[in-house]
T-cell receptor, first 112, second 115 residues
Framework: GENVEQHPSTLSVQEGDSAVIKCTYS??????FPWYKQELGKGPQLIID?????GEKKDQRIAVTLNKTAKHFSLHITETQPEDSAVYFC???????????FGKGTKLSVKP | EPEVTQTPSHQVTQMGQEVILRCVPI?????FYWYRQILGQKVEFLVS????????KSEIFDDQFSVERPDGSNFTLKIRSTKLEDSAMYFC?????????????FGEGSRLTVL
């Protein structure tokens, strides 16, 4: 089955700096890679996703890149703000019924 | 904006007791899921549900767990005889389509504490 590895587990940046979180996956047939943001006491919320037919997708300050050959994808947050502080999870399809396999999460702290 | 709602937000129970966690998915969604998150760890898939039956389940979802959609709106997770290691945050999720074509929407979770 699919296995998703995520690094780093914690990341601390100064406000305004960029943050990069990386994930690798094991199943070369996987074709959909979402990123979720989880704020304290809340459920995960989708912030951006990428499908395997593109290499990069951007939405304002966040972007995701995908390298299918190397089986890794990354989340890039530019001009970080304190409200970006949260736990971020990458994920990949875990089966044929829409379930997702999540990485272990990255706790991002943005210091003002 | 439509949202997935879960009740209770927090439940404390004694080991061996039955627990039912309730979820109201987004109304036009067809695919329903339960995930759990042990404190400080990753979100883990438990079970998916489509067309009134389980479509996929993980190793975690053993005979102590069951799901049902009794009335077309609520989606419930029952743990028959809770164990200490069942203590976790349980998230319900729903999707209009399979996740490789559509977004999975999560509720805010039900925290289960087993004493």
């Amino acid at each position: 089955g699919e296995n998703v590895e995520q690094h780093p587990s914690t990341l601390s940046v100064q406000e305004g700096d960029s943050a990069v979180i990386k994930c690798t996956y094991s199943d070369s047939a996987s074709n959909y890679f979402p990123w979720y943001k989880q704020e304290l006491g809340k459920g995960p919320q989708l912030i951006i996703d990428i499908r395997s037919n593109v290499g990069e997708k951007k939405d304002q300050r966040i972007a995701v890149t995908l390298n299918k050959t190397a089986k890794h994808f990354s989340l890039h947050i530019t001009e970080t703000q304190p409200e970006d502080s949260a736990v971020y999870f990458c994920a990949a399809p875990g089966g044929s019924q829409g379930n997702l396999i999540f990485g272990k999460g990255t706790k991002l702290s943005v210091k003002p | 904006e439509p949202e997935v709602t879960q009740t209770p937000s927090h439940q404390v129970t004694q080991m061996g007791q039955e627990v039912i966690l309730r979820c109201v998915p987004i109304s036009n969604h067809l695919y329903f899921y339960w995930y759990r998150q042990i404190l400080g760890q990753k979100v883990e898939f438990l079970v998916s549900f489509y067309n009134n039956e389980i479509s996929e389940k993980s190793e975690i979802f053993d005979d102590q767990f069951s799901v049902e959609r009794p009335d077309g709106s609520n989606f419930t997770l029952k743990i028959r005889s809770t164990k200490l290691e069942d203590s976790a945050m349980y998230f319900c999720a729903s999707a209009a389509r399979l996740s490789n074509t559509g977004e999975l929407f999560f509720g805010e979770g039900s925290r289960l504490t087993v004493l």
